[in-house]
């Protein structure tokens, strides 16, 4: 799966490359090889959103491939797969495809179709389910939050929200991090580096005063978690 930025594609520098791609790509689409392409309209030659595409399409394909018991792959199950257009604009299950199929762009499955579609109109994640919420919440006898939480591989963790006494207090991140893709609790580089590796899940209150705390996900399709367990008092 070819996955470029529009941008990029127009660039005097890395264009010619994108044009290798789909060169490559027509020759293994004409002898039925398994193989797609999709382009992020938002990014150039930054990666932009393309991990949460990627992690799609290796789900899909694992699914198909990884045996029940052994070593030995399963071949790719072409029945499933759906074709799209060479000009990204849509795409169909195979049995009702009636373009050519040796120039089509193979997608695994009907739920990275979905995730495909939207990707190339729009360059954001396809996601519509929230995060996990936080675990492991604590607030030290220093009026310190701190907690755990889990990654969503679908559209990243943009941050926090920290509810006191049942409201919301504060975010965090109070401003988005980073300017590639989505913002990120970890923030990314041009090159899907994150900022920062593991930011610390903490935050500062004051001690002695009485409060409920509870601390929420926000996930970078901007969904909110279900509130954590009140905070342990160590």
Request: glycine share 12%.
């Amino acid at each position: 799966m070819f996955i470029g930025g529009v941008k990029e594609a127009q660039d005097p520098n890395h264009g010619p490359s994108r044009i290798g791609d789909r060169a490559m790509l027509k020759v293994w689409r004409e002898h039925g090889a398994p193989g797609g392409l999709a382009s992020d309209p938002l990014s150039g030659h930054e990666c932009g959103n393309s991990r949460y595409l990627a992690i799609a399409f290796f789900d899909a394909c694992l699914a198909q491939r990884l045996p029940e018991t052994g070593n030995t792959l399963r071949p790719v199950d072409m029945t499933g797969a759906w074709f799209g257009n060479p000009d990204l604009s849509s795409a169909q299950p195979s049995d009702e495809f009636t373009g050519n199929k040796a120039e089509a762009l193979w997608l695994p499955d009907a739920t990275f179709a979905k995730a495909w579609m939207s990707y190339n109109k729009t360059g954001l994640p396809n996601d519509t389910t929230p995060p996990q919420a936080p675990t492991k919440v604590h607030l030290s006898a220093s009026g310190e939050l701190s907690w755990n939480a889990e990654i969503d591989l679908e559209s990243g963790l943009r941050g926090f929200i920290i509810q006191r006494d049942g409201k919301e207090w504060v975010r965090l991140p109070e401003k988005p991090v980073g300017k590639i893709g989505v913002p990120l609790f970890q923030g990314l580089t041009g090159g899907d580096t994150p900022v920062v590796a593991l930011p610390p899940m903490r935050y500062a209150t004051k001690s002695g005063e009485a409060h409920e705390y509870r601390i929420l996900s926000v996930n970078g399709a901007g969904l909110s978690s279900e509130p954590s367990a009140p905070a342990i008092k160590e």
